[in-house]
């Protein structure tokens, strides 16, 4: 039976239980942080996961089955011991006729995706000055080279937004996890799904800078191809190949795992 969990492990029935962001100032109706939980917790009742993500789901992962949820669900990146998890919205895991599945969902109003990589290098320079034991450089290495297998970004990947790398990483990490505990290790898939909130706060210009910054980041993974008009809602793209560091693996080695990227849209009044 399907149950969303907070991190203690306490069920989630109602909107209260849902872990709130650390900064309560995002906790708003018509933003994505409220607007996501009340999405789980009222329209759908903390009950089964929603149609529109098994509609988005089953053609590709026949059988799925869902086993549970975590909202605010962290997952440790590279390199190993480093600070900082990737935060999750939403944390989702469960099998498929041929392995286990995992869904981590980042949930958007029309709140940007941050800092490019080509600023998140900037920073991570200038923290190093400052404080020599940040570890800030080394984590833009080690997670380029999970996707890309370079240390350095080239022209061609500055401009793309560092939280979808972050979230694109952390993904196939918590997918080798999820598939390690489900006894299914050699066929755990990742899903990133961009959950997009419209209301009447959300402002046309910024969803559309939203939409090109994640086509951009999409389009860069190799061997992933969208649409020449862009992404469409509702589908799955790729599989990207995430390659998991061997620390973050039982077996020791590099794992590669297949991420498949997706955005629904819902529309609130």
């Not at 392995?99 to 709140?111: H, L, R």
């Not at 993904?171 to 299914?184: H, N």
């Not at 599989?239 to 590099?254: E, H, L, N």
Request: hydrophobic share 35%; net charge positive; charged share 25%.
């Amino acid at each position: 039976m399907f149950r969303l969990i907070n991190a203690e492990g306490s069920y989630i029935t109602k909107l209260d239980d849902w872990p709130k962001p650390k900064k309560m100032s995002q906790w708003k109706d018509g933003r994505s942080a409220k607007e996501f939980a009340r999405f789980f917790t009222e329209t759908h009742s903390c009950g089964p996961v929603p149609s529109v993500y098994l509609e988005l789901l089953e053609r590709d992962f026949p059988g799925i089955e869902f086993q549970g949820g975590q909202p605010e669900c962290s997952t440790s990146l590279p390199p190993k011991g480093s600070s900082g998890p990737r935060m999750h919205d939403l944390h989702l895991w469960g099998t498929w006729n041929s392995g286990s599945v995992t869904v981590c969902v980042e949930a958007k109003a029309d709140e940007p995706f941050k800092e490019t990589i080509c600023q998140y290098k900037t920073k991570a320079k200038k923290e190093l000055k400052s404080n020599p034991q940040s570890d800030m450089k080394d984590r833009l290495g080690s997670l380029l080279e999970c996707v890309w297998r370079v240390k350095q970004p080239s022209d061609s990947l500055t401009d793309l937004r560092y939280q979808l790398l972050h979230a694109l990483v952390g993904t196939g990490i918590q997918a080798i996890s999820d598939a390690e505990k489900s006894g299914k290790v050699a066929r755990g898939t990742g899903v990133l799904l961009n959950h997009v909130f419209e209301t009447n706060k959300t402002k046309r210009g910024k969803l559309e800078k939203n939409k090109r910054d994640l086509e951009r980041f999409t389009r860069a993974l190799p061997n992933v191809t969208i649409p020449a008009a862009g992404i469409v809602p509702g589908e799955l793209y790729g599989p990207a190949i995430v390659y998991v560091p061997g620390d973050f693996a039982i077996s020791g080695k590099t794992t590669l795992v297949s991420v498949y990227l997706a955005k629904l849209i819902t529309v609130l009044d």
